[in-house]
């Protein structure tokens, strides 16, 4: 276990930065750019390694959560879509990430089928139900990928660590 | 569906099998460029001094000097990577640098190669035009996002911003020069129809994780298709990144990135003006709509400039088509060719995906204001 992955990744950093992007040639505007980015994705993952599998479980509690309130009502395909979200939401996974997008992925289709033979009244259970949870999920994806630099209003999201405690569900309750 | 678009998404499975892309080195892009001059008549064309261009998310830019018969100039090579994060073709994009010449500043088509027999991928030979894509003294992140501009350099570019649109939406959509383009006239909802299902099937093509905010988005555009009697020439990428202007003058010396470009509603490409990856914020914290003007001040500087009445639910449903496509773009589509190792640029286009996050927040913002 050692070194350990920490020191690993945080070597690797200081290498990119003080050795080998000052090496590189500033006219080669595409390995300057590459190099930027290859320290960003390693202080992303700095970040992340140790909190992916609680982050996933905390999203995919979520989802299970959003999932259950749900009373699908409608004709063949959205029934088959309804069954097949309960099965994955049954299955025995130690993955949380790999179930997560399975589930996501059961839900979407949910979606699509009840937008197909839905009943009106369940069309618009579904849609409040995912956009509530869609809220309440990007925040949580903001907030992991907060480092990006692509979020105009990051430093309103709550911390990873937060996310994960469960301590925020909105932005509201950050601010 | 736009029908050329169909076809050219129908041809893209044939290259999801195919190994990782190789970056090309400056003496294979020199051998491909005079394999080109040669088939176009001009085998004493020489190239040299060949860098490559930062910037850009979707294709591989070369800028290079030639010359011939002692005359001397520098030219682009634009070419197609096996995959990106959008699916274009250069046959459109030549077609239509040629018809907007006649209106707006462009690059100057020289060459080209639409199916990759002389380049080894498709690709286009643009003259160079001098300008950059932000001030000097201005910081953006990739692709152009997030360039900012004092008030000085807002004041000498939104007009020319706006004046270079309404030239561009003047333009005649049956000139038969176009001929690659359809126009959406049959119904007048095709034009907004159309787009939703290209996007759609990019989305059930490409997606790498499944997302129901997409899907919940798309049952949303496909219910609130706006009408479109006068369909015009829409950019499709039109906002600040992808246009080139003197540092000196702030004149605009070229619009760029027309591979979007298609037949269409006016508010589309009023709409991705205003999304907020591609604005800023003024001081007191009022948005600009491609970091230069306020969402009122640009729609009231179009209407002066086209005598058209911009529709603000049009205009709703368009920001909304924007941003879902955007996601579309850098998370469905970029990601599945960085995970196939398709691209010069998997890092940038994985870094890019995270893009989604903010792109779904607004979204949401528009769809359920009240959350």
């Not at chain 1, 309804?82 to 997560?100: F, G, H, M, N, Q």
Request: proline share 5%.
């Amino acid at each position: 276990m050692t070194p350990s992955i920490d020191i690993r990744l945080a070597s690797m950093i200081r290498s990119m930065q003080d050795v080998i992007v000052p090496a590189i040639d500033p006219s080669n505007s595409l390995a300057c750019e590459q190099a930027s980015l290859m320290i960003g994705h390693l202080n992303l993952l700095e970040q992340h390694w140790r909190r992916i599998f609680p982050y996933a479980q905390v999203c995919l509690d979520d989802l299970c959560t959003c999932a259950s309130t749900l009373e699908p009502d409608g004709g063949p395909r959205t029934q088959g879509a309804a069954v097949d979200l309960d099965t994955a939401i049954a299955r025995d996974a130690t993955d949380p990430e790999k179930k997560y997008q399975d589930c996501a992925r059961a839900l979407e289709a949910l979606v699509r089928a009840a937008a197909e033979d839905g009943t009106p009244a369940f069309q618009h259970q579904l849609e409040s139900e995912v956009l509530a949870f869609s809220q309440r999920q990007v925040i949580r994806d903001r907030a992991w990928f907060a480092q990006s630099g692509f979020d105009i209003d990051s430093e309103n999201l709550p911390s990873i660590d937060e996310v994960i405690s469960g301590a925020v569900n909105s932005l509201e309750q950050t601010t | 569906m736009d029908p050329f678009i169909a076809e050219m998404l129908d041809l893209k499975p044939a290259r999801v099998n195919a190994g990782p892309y190789q970056i090309k080195s400056a003496g294979e892009v020199e051998a491909a460029l005079l394999r080109l001059f040669s088939a176009r008549g001009e085998p004493e064309r020489r190239v040299s001094n060949i860098r490559r261009m930062a910037g850009g998310a979707s294709k591989e830019q070369f800028v290079f000097t030639t010359d011939r018969a002692g005359s001397q100039c520098e030219m682009v090579l634009r070419m197609d990577p096996r995959d990106g994060v959008l699916e274009t073709s250069r046959v459109r994009e030549a077609e239509v640098l040629k018809v907007a010449r006649d209106v707006v500043p462009v690059p100057i088509v020289h060459y080209a190669d639409y199916d990759g027999t002389l380049l080894g991928m498709p690709g286009l030979v643009t003259s160079f035009v001098n300008g950059v894509t932000k001030p000097p003294e201005a910081g953006s992140g990739v692709s152009g996002l997030g360039t900012g501009f004092n008030a000085e350099w807002r004041a000498k570019l939104a007009p020319q911003f706006v004046t270079h649109l309404a030239a561009i939406h003047r333009i005649n959509v049956q000139d038969p020069r176009l001929e690659h383009f359809s126009v959406p006239d049959r119904d007048p909802r095709h034009p907004a129809l159309w787009e939703v299902n290209h996007w759609s099937r990019v989305w059930e093509e490409d997606q790498q994780a499944a997302n129901p905010l997409i899907a919940v988005t798309e049952n949303w555009l496909r219910a609130n298709l706006p009408e479109c009697t006068e369909p015009v020439l829409v950019h499709g990428d039109y906002r600040t990144g992808n246009y080139l202007f003197d540092a000196e003058t702030g004149d605009i010396t070229a619009i760029l990135d027309w591979e979007l470009a298609h037949i269409g509603d006016f508010h589309q490409d009023l709409a991705l003006s205003m999304t907020e990856i591609f604005s800023c914020h003024r001081d007191d914290g009022v948005k600009l709509c491609s970091s230069l003007m306020t969402e009122d001040d640009f729609i009231a500087a179009y209407e002066r400039a086209t005598a058209r009445k911009v529709c603000r639910q049009t205009l709703q449903f368009y920001r909304v088509l924007s941003v879902w496509s955007l996601a579309i773009m850098g998370g469905a589509t970029g990601l599945r060719a960085a995970k196939a190792q398709h691209n010069h640029q998997d890092i940038l286009l994985t870094w890019l995906s995270m893009v989604v996050y903010p792109l779904s927040q607004e979204i949401l913002t528009i769809l359920d204001p009240e959350n």
